[in-house]
């Protein structure tokens, strides 16, 4: 497994380093790879920023917003002291999914034991574990997740190491800079689940293109892929 990676390794590099004449697209098995896939799993998605929502979809108290980023089940939640949370979603006993989609609401209530946890994810009710030995509910809650806001995004940090996300995307700030992007408002979201191909598949298709074709009375006027 190791070596599949060295080699796709060496390949990104060669690719890298050619000539602006003469364009190459990654190598097949870098959209096959299972190794490389848990690399990019391990450094990309669970140590790197992961994009989850805007903070207009979760305006009001109690709105929330679920997510799955890789198998992590989360909840963005706006608190009832308008603070924007990032939390775990799975129940802290037996592991039920304590809301899912979205909506508005005062508190998550465990589908299977009525375990009701708090916006800011402090337990707040468990029914007849009052006499329990060596539980205490101010030591159970949903685990918050790091999260930052940019420009009206809202990002999250599995891992919780990942550099400062103003750090990150500090080159974009400036170069999006005129699109006051904080004042955006989201239209319409499409959910498009599971995918039978690997992420990178999405990743290229935002090139510009097939602005030729599909975007060419909206898109392409602004943003050509014609010369």
């Known amino acids: 497994m190791e070596k599949d990676v060295d080699q796709l390794l060496k390949s990104f590099e060669e690719i890298a380093s050619s000539r602006a004449d003469s364009w190459r697209s990654l190598p097949p098995a870098a959209f096959q790879s ?5 690399l990019e799993t391990e450094h990309l998605f669970y140590r790197g920023w992961v994009l989850v929502g805007r903070v207009d979809q979760v305006k009001e108290p109690g709105d929330y917003l679920c997510f799955d980023v890789l198998d992590e089940p989360i909840v963005v939640v706006r608190g009832l002291d308008s603070k924007l949370r990032v939390l775990s979603r799975v129940c802290r006993h037996r592991w039920m999914h304590v809301c899912a989609g979205h909506g508005n609401t005062h508190a998550f209530v465990c589908p299977y034991h ?14 007849e574990m009052d006499a329990t030995p060596g539980f205490d509910p101010a030591n159970t809650r949903l685990p918050e997740l790091r999260a930052e ?8 940090n599995i891992s919780a190491d990942a550099p400062a996300l ?10 999006l800079a005129a699109y006051d992007l904080q004042n955006w408002v989201t239209v319409r979201s499409i959910d498009l689940g599971e995918n039978p191909w690997d992420w990178k598949v999405f990743m290229d298709n935002g090139e510009i293109y097939h602005h030729l074709m599909l975007h060419r009375d909206t898109v392409e006027p602004r943003s050509p892929a014609s010369l």
């Open 34 to 38: 299972q190794a490389l896939y848990e």
């Open 114 to 127: 009525a375990w009701t946890y708090g916006l800011d994810g402090r337990l707040r009710h468990a029914p």
């Open 149 to 156: 806001i940019w420009e009206g995004f809202i990002f999250v």
């Open 166 to 175: 103003s750090e990150t995307l500090s080159l974009a700030q400036e170069q």
